[in-house]
Each structure stands twice: as C-alpha cells, then as structure tokens.
C-alpha cells in the first residue's frame, strides 16, 4: 500500500506513513488484502475520478 500511495501525485515518504498510520493500515499490505472498512476510509480520502474514468472493458486487454 506504501507504494501505491507514494505513486499518487503530492505523496510522499512521510505521507504515504502518516496515511497509513491514520488509516490503521500495515505498510506492507496489498490493495487486496485491505479490509472492508480500510478501503472504505482508503476511498473516502481518495474518492475515485469520475471524467476519468475508462469505459467498461477498456483497458483490460480485450480485442474487440
């Protein structure tokens, strides 16, 4: 999760950590191994973008 939170524009080392810290979340864990309510807190911090957001099924490799 560390990572993936650093990968974000304007977070760092000591953000991504105090994030982390915050949001009861253990530095080595993986997006799919968060909790219910991890993601949910996760989410409502970062809420997702939606004019940027791909259509269905793009992205994922599939030849139409």
Do not use: N
């Amino acid at each position: 999760m560390r990572r993936v939170l650093q990968s974000l524009p304007g977070i760092g080392a000591v953000r991504a950590g105090q994030l982390l810290t915050d949001l009861d979340i253990s530095g080595g864990r993986r997006v799919q191994g968060l909790g219910s309510g991890q993601r949910a807190r996760l989410l409502a911090l970062f809420p997702p973008k939606t004019d940027r957001t791909l259509p269905v099924g793009a992205g994922r490799g599939r030849a139409e």
